[in-house]
Structure formats: C-alpha cells, structure tokens
C-alpha cells in the first residue's frame, strides 16, 4: 500500500512540471511576396556606465534578419524551435534539414527590446559550420 501510495504522489507532482508548449500567433502575411525596401545599416546607441551596445553583424546576404525583432523573425521562419532568454538579450534557435540557425538578439539602446543583432549557422547533422546567408535562404518561408 506504501508503495502504490509514493507512486501517486510521484506522478501526481511529475505531472506538475509538464507544461504545454508556447503558442505564437503570427500577423496575416500579405498574399503576394514582395521585395522588401533597402534596409539603412543597423546601429546601435553608444556605451554607457549602464548600457553596453552589442556590436551589429554586417555581412551580406544577412540584411533581412538583422535589426529584426523576434515577432519579425518567426514570420519569416516559422516558431523557433528555441526561445532562451537571458537579461535583456535573447537567442532564437530555428531549424531545417539543410541547417540549425541560431539569432542572437539584443537591445540596441537603453530600454529598448531586442533585435537581431548577430547569426550563427551549422548543419544539423554534425554541427559543422555553414554559410549564414544560405542557411536564412534555406530556413525562409
């Protein structure tokens, strides 16, 4: 009787740590894709004693991931299979067959919410690095 009793209250505060998976709600796209405007370089504010400005990647191929904030991104990818949040900043994880993309974002001035400010790539299979900008190419929907 002890045991099936422990085994009850063991599965009844297991089952308390299960949550259910966070849902994102995404705007309507537009039925027709279009080209988006050129995009002026993404900048952050200068360093304070209180605000560290995080250096922005600039690298081609990249231009329609960063300075996007996380609603943006999952328009563009789809939920991200990884939200971590640490601080302010955040890291997005999205996933394909053709790769892993990894989106770091943080605040670009003091109060602000995060953007995307950096991109990291690998294949999936054996972690090995690829190119950023085809990895977006292959991830966008």
Do not use: W
């Not at 705007?27 to 993404?42: F, K, M």
């Not at 605000?51 to 690298?59: D, E, G, H, S, Y």
């Not at 670009?108 to 294949?123: F, I, K, N, Q, Y």
């Amino acid at each position: 009787m002890r045991k099936t009793a422990a085994l009850v209250l063991l599965a009844a505060s297991l089952s308390g740590c299960m949550s259910s998976p966070k849902t994102y709600q995404f705007p309507e796209r537009p039925a027709a894709a279009q080209t988006p405007p050129p995009q002026a370089p993404v900048r952050a504010a200068p360093s304070t004693a209180q605000f560290r400005a995080p250096t922005v990647m600039n690298l081609p191929g990249l231009e329609g991931v960063i300075g996007k904030n996380g609603t943006a991104l999952a328009n563009m990818f789809g939920p991200p299979r990884l939200e971590v949040r640490e601080g302010d900043a955040m890291k997005l994880q999205f996933t394909g067959e053709a790769c892993v993309l990894d989106i770091y974002l943080y605040p670009l001035r003091p109060g602000a919410s995060p953007s995307a400010t950096h991109v990291e790539a690998r294949r999936a299979s054996d972690g090995e690095d690829v190119d950023r900008a085809s990895c977006v190419r292959a991830l966008s929907r």
